[in-house]
């Protein structure tokens, strides 16, 4: 199953007046990069959230974003520091001695100083937050792993439409190497005639000479392995496993083949058929970056 390294999710869940959202994005990796900002409290699921992510998403730079919100009346609570409190009534009263200046505190006022009162955050039930976030972070590897899907199938009928033009091309070369090599003898036999009688000419000299070039541009054990190549790309693009590193492999030997190919070329149309597979297994290769 082709799948894309770039993808999108979004899981959203409320339980409880507590609310959670979480966003995954990918692009392509070598390796599996996952990457998960949340808040302190959620840390102690870090690990679990990860292993969830690397069973469904095997290769890709994944970014998690997790955004919890507590609304209930339980989430926060006032807490009252009476001793700090006392020390700061006993520290005003001995200001109020020593500069004969009268005590004028008042509750309100002392209630805002550092410390006397302050906002506490409420422990949460660890088991009742992670149900939230788990029932959230499913909801976001479905989706982008759909997405991810969506996009793979995407990729798979464009390469398989770009191998297709390939053995177009290879076919074409099949096709005029023979010429190739004929145009060769005949000009060469026409070149010898200009410069010596006809009749001196070597008969076994020309057809050695002819058959050291064709050895040298001959192209016939690079196009046999160049469509091997194509497919058994085509038998892995229908694969159900993560195949990315493996298409990789096979178009880098495509690759080596049309440039041997290129390198043997002596004739216009044997190079701009190259050229126009090297052009076609480059864009392979840059898809194929993208998948899984």
Known sequence: MIRSMTGFGRGDCVINDRSMTIEIKSV?????????RMPRKLFFLENKLKGMIKKELIRGKIDVFINYQD??????SIVYNENLAAQYIEQFKNMANTFEISNDIKVSSLSRYPEV??????DDDEDALQKLVINTIKEAIINISDTRYKEGQALKVDLKNKLDEMLTYANILKEISPAVIEEYRVKLDQRIGEIMDKALVDKDRLALEVAVFADKSCVDEEIVRLESHIIQMKD???????VGRKLDFIAQEMNREANTILSKANNLDVSNQGIELKTLIEKVREQIQNIE
């Open 71 to 76: 609304s209930s009346e339980k989430s926060n």
């Open 28 to 36: 392509n990796h070598r390796y599996c990069d996952i990457n998960i």
């Open 236 to 242: 892995t693009l229908d694969s159900n496993d993560a």
């Open 117 to 122: 009162l302050k906002l506490e955050e409420q």
